[in-house]
């Protein structure tokens, strides 16, 4: 798996991301392989980076399957678009519409928690905060379920995912997507969306207003009380707030927005387990972190073996996923890749680094093969 550039990308790639346009709607799914119209309308689009299967059409691979259907995500992402449009103009908006795509999106990632998950999705401006509330609600019911919630409370807690950022509606468009560093007077302005959403969550009918509020209100509060807007600590912060925090920082950093870059897996998990330390609880996020690919399949990497690429990665093994050592240490391919699982290898045995996509591309000229071919089934 690699990210390129539009211009690096060619007829017959397979991609391992989709792309949402302005309005929410899915432009390219993963999975999809790449034709020249494809390319075109990317770039036309303005999309300057997408992650592809492989570097090589001759060795595209599909994605590994995400964690819900896609169909569901798309629709998920219209509803939650039109209830901001509503409270907008209208100061209301269809709360039976958003509970039945919490429904359907509870359903969804119930019927594919086998799978881990992967990266990102891409989404233009417009669209981002739709698309970001609905990963944040499908990352949330997952890490959920993990903590063995019942039914009803899942689809409460999905339902606050989709609503954690609905105060966002009343901070100013060019605000929400500014490239570059906010002023104090902004950055105080866009902190307020917590307690805005908390508000107007409070004004909604209906015996789980408050718990809903509480997601909104304090999804930005840390357990060590460093957070915002209340400096709450510890259990003065909802359970269903302190998953939504995960579920929100982790997509905030896997995606790219207009003044920053979108990270990988590995990095956003050294970011939130080693430099976000009293952020979040420890057991939510190594319970998170066990259900990520922070590896995803097709990652190439320099081990203490040599050189290898991800070929599976297991629930609860996802810092040690079985890799496919294809060449040695100096670069050198070796006679015949063997696998191996770095779960059951000794400690010494490490994991260096992940090859990133710049070092990848020259990594396949000196070796002169795409890694992804030693994926293929025999």
């Known amino acids: ?32 392989p790449l034709t020249e119209r494809y390319i075109h309308r990317l770039q036309k689009m303005g999309i300057s980076h997408l992650a592809v299967t492989s570097l090589s059409p001759d060795a595209a691979l599909p994605p590994p399957p995400g964690i819900v259907d ?19 103009s209208q100061s209301s908006f269809d709360l039976g519409a958003l509970q039945n795509s919490a429904n359907d999106l509870l359903d969804s990632v119930l019927h594919m928690q086998s799978n881990l998950v992967q990266l990102s999705d891409i989404r233009m401006h417009d669209s981002y905060t739709f698309a970001h509330s609905v990963n944040v609600a499908i990352l949330s019911t997952m890490l ?11 689809k409460l807690l999905t339902l606050g995912g989709l609503l954690h950022d609905i105060g966002k509606v ?3 468009y060019k ?9 104090d007077e902004e950055f105080a302005l866009m902190r307020s969306h917590a307690e805005i959403g908390r508000k107007r969550l409070l004004q909604l009918p209906g015996p789980n207003t408050a718990i809903l509020a509480n997601i909104a209100g304090q999804h930005h509060e840390f357990l060590d009380g460093r957070g915002y807007p209340r400096r709450l600590k510890g259990d003065a912060i909802h359970p269903y707030a302190r998953i939504v925090a995960i579920a929100d920082v982790y997509d905030a950093l896997s995606s790219k927005r207009s003044y920053k870059k979108s990270y990988k897996p590995s990095v956003v998990h050294q970011i939130m387990t080693k430099n976000s330390v009293g952020h979040f609880s420890p057991e939510l996020l190594e319970l998170f972190f066990d259900n990520v690919a922070i590896y995803p399949v097709g990652t190439v990497m320099l081990t203490s073996l040599g050189y290898g690429i991800v070929k599976k990665v297991s ?7 079985v890799i496919t050592i294809f060449a040695t240490k ?14 059951q290898c000794p400690a010494d045995n490490t994991i260096h680094h992940a090859i990133d996509d710049t070092e990848l591309i020259n990594f396949v000229r000196v ?6 071919i030693f994926l293929r089934e025999e």
């Open 367 to 372: 070796i002169g093969v795409d890694p992804a």
């Open 170 to 172: 009343d901070i100013p």
């Open 330 to 343: 100096d670069a050198k391919l070796v006679p015949k890749p063997f696998n191996v699982d770095l779960s």
């Open 315 to 321: 629930f609860g093994k996802t810092l040690t996923p």
């Open 70 to 88: 896609e169909r569901v995500r798309e629709q998920s992402i219209r509803t939650i678009a039109t209830a901001f449009t509503q409270l907008e």
């Open 1 to 32: 798996m690699i990210r390129l550039s539009s211009k690096q990308l060619r007829d017959g790639m397979v991609t391992a991301q989709s792309v949402f346009n302005q309005k929410g709607a899915s432009f390219i799914t993963s999975g999809t």
């Open 144 to 154: 959920g379920s993990l903590c063995h919630l019942h039914r009803d409370e899942l």
């Open 175 to 183: 605000l929400l997507n500014k490239p570059g560093a906010l002023t």
